[in-house]
C-alpha cells in the first residue's frame, strides 16, 4: 500500500457507476471523518503517467 496525491488520481472511463454527489455520499464523508478510510481504493498505472482509479471511487 501506499499513498498518492489526489492530483495524480484520474477516473476509471469505462466504470459501470457514476459518483453522485448523494446522501449516500454524505455518509461516506462523515464515516471517513469519524474512522478513516477502512478500505482503500485500488488504482493503475496510465502509460502517460500518474494513476487510474479502479475501485474505491467514492471513497
Not at 5 to 10: A, C, R, T, Y
Not at 28 to 51: C, D, K, Q
Amino acid at each position: 500500500m501506499q499513498e498518492i496525491p489526489l492530483s495524480d488520481l484520474h477516473d476509471f472511463i469505462d466504470h459501470a457507476f457514476k459518483v453522485l454527489d448523494d446522501e449516500k455520499m454524505q455518509e461516506t464523508v462523515e464515516s471517513i471523518r469519524s474512522y478513516g478510510v477502512l478500505v482503500p481504493g485500488i488504482v493503475r498505472p496510465r502509460a502517460e503517467g500518474e494513476y487510474e482509479i479502479i475501485a474505491g471511487h467514492r471513497r
